[in-house]
Structures are given as structure tokens and as C-alpha cells.
């Protein structure tokens, strides 16, 4: 499932929210269509939560929301990062290297040149796939230094160097 074309519909559904002056509303509709991109399952957890306990929206989308959650594993970054994807999780991405592929291939290209296309969007992912690793290791090591059992063991150990 594309996470694009999910906030797409989303857009379609909840296109009242983002009309007229309440920030209340904006902000909803702003938290609604960019779920789809979430980083981390907390937050994205959270905004769930929020989202399907709010009193601006109907209980059709709400149900609709209920349901499209069910396959969330299969539009939300947070989730989708979890798999081998290549990097991509939405099918605008693959366009894109579509795109990219059209605009420096053509039929008159040699095999060298579309093999060194390939290796330069290859690059590309991995590198792509490198910051992702990286944002989730700061995060998993942000999580385990803010443990109790980390903190209180630190303590323990200043303690200890004070009394010496």
C-alpha cells in the first residue's frame, strides 16, 4: 500500500477539517493525513489514539480509520521500516526512480550507461537506508539512558567515586 496515496484518501475524508479559522480542527487534519509518515510507533500509536477518540470526527471515518489501522504494517513508515523495503514505502518513490531512469536512460542507451544508472540509485538507498539505521539507534540509545535501572545504576556508580 502507498503511504501517499493513504493520505490521499484521507485528505478526501477529512477535507471539513482544514476549512475555516479553528486551530483545534487544522490541527487534527494536519495529525490525520501525516500518520501515514510517522517514525516511531509510539508516536504513531498516540496520534491513533487521539485521532479515534476525537469529537470533531464522524463515526463513519472513524470506522473507516479502525479499519485502514488494521493494515497498518503495510502504509505506515514506522512499520513498513521494519521490513527489507529498499528504502521505499510508497509507490511514489518508485515513479520517482522512474523518472530519474527516463530522464538519463532512453532506447539508444548503452548497457555501461544504464548499469551505472542502477549503481548510482542503488547508492542512493543504501545511503537512503544508512540514516535510517542511524535514527533509530539514537533513538533506541536515547530510550535505554533514560531507563530507570540505567539512571539508578549510574547513581550508584557516583556514589561510589564520591566515597572514595
Given at each position: 500500500?502507498?503511504?501517499?496515496?493513504?493520505?490521499?484518501?484521507?485528505?478526501?475524508?477529512?477535507?471539513?477539517?482544514?476549512?475555516?479559522?479553528?486551530?483545534?480542527?487544522k490541527?487534527?487534519?494536519?495529525k490525520?493525513?501525516n500518520?501515514?509518515?510517522?517514525?516511531?510507533?509510539?508516536?504513531?500509536?498516540?496520534?491513533?489514539?487521539?485521532?479515534?477518540e476525537?469529537?470533531?470526527?464522524?463515526?463513519n471515518?472513524?470506522?473507516?480509520?479502525?479499519?485502514?489501522?488494521?493494515?497498518?504494517?503495510?502504509?505506515?513508515?514506522?512499520?513498513i521500516?521494519?521490513?527489507?523495503?529498499?528504502?521505499?514505502?510508497?509507490?511514489?518513490?518508485i515513479?520517482?526512480?522512474?523518472?530519474?531512469?527516463?530522464?538519463?536512460?532512453?532506447?539508444?542507451?548503452?548497457?555501461?550507461?544504464?548499469?551505472?544508472?542502477?549503481?548510482?540509485?542503488?547508492?542512493?538507498?543504501?545511503?537512503?537506508?544508512?540514516?535510517?539505521?542511524?535514527?533509530?539507534?539514537?533513538?533506541?540509545?536515547?530510550?535505554?539512558?533514560?531507563?530507570?535501572?540505567?539512571?539508578?545504576?549510574q547513581?550508584?556508580?557516583?556514589?561510589?567515586?564520591?566515597?572514595f
Amino acid at each position: 500500500m502507498c503511504a501517499w496515496h493513504i493520505e490521499q484518501k484521507l485528505k478526501k475524508k477529512v477535507l471539513h477539517l482544514n476549512k475555516g479559522s479553528n486551530p483545534e480542527t487544522k490541527a487534527l487534519y494536519k495529525k490525520i493525513i501525516n500518520i501515514p509518515y510517522c517514525e516511531y510507533e509510539d508516536d504513531y500509536s498516540k496520534k491513533y489514539q487521539e485521532i479515534i477518540e476525537s469529537t470533531l470526527l464522524n463515526e463513519n471515518f472513524i470506522k473507516y480509520f479502525k479499519e485502514i489501522n488494521e493494515n497498518k504494517n503495510l502504509w505506515v513508515k514506522c512499520f513498513i521500516k521494519q521490513n527489507f523495503t529498499c528504502g521505499m514505502a510508497t509507490s511514489s518513490r518508485i515513479e520517482a526512480k522512474h523518472r530519474v531512469i527516463k530522464k538519463f536512460l532512453d532506447g539508444n542507451s548503452r548497457l555501461g550507461e544504464i548499469y551505472a544508472c542502477f549503481q548510482e540509485l542503488e547508492q542512493q538507498e543504501i545511503n537512503s537506508f544508512k540514516e535510517e539505521i542511524q535514527k533509530v539507534s539514537r533513538k533506541e540509545e536515547d530510550s535505554l539512558t533514560k531507563h530507570s535501572l540505567i539512571q539508578k545504576s549510574q547513581e550508584l556508580i557516583l556514589i561510589m567515586l564520591l566515597e572514595f
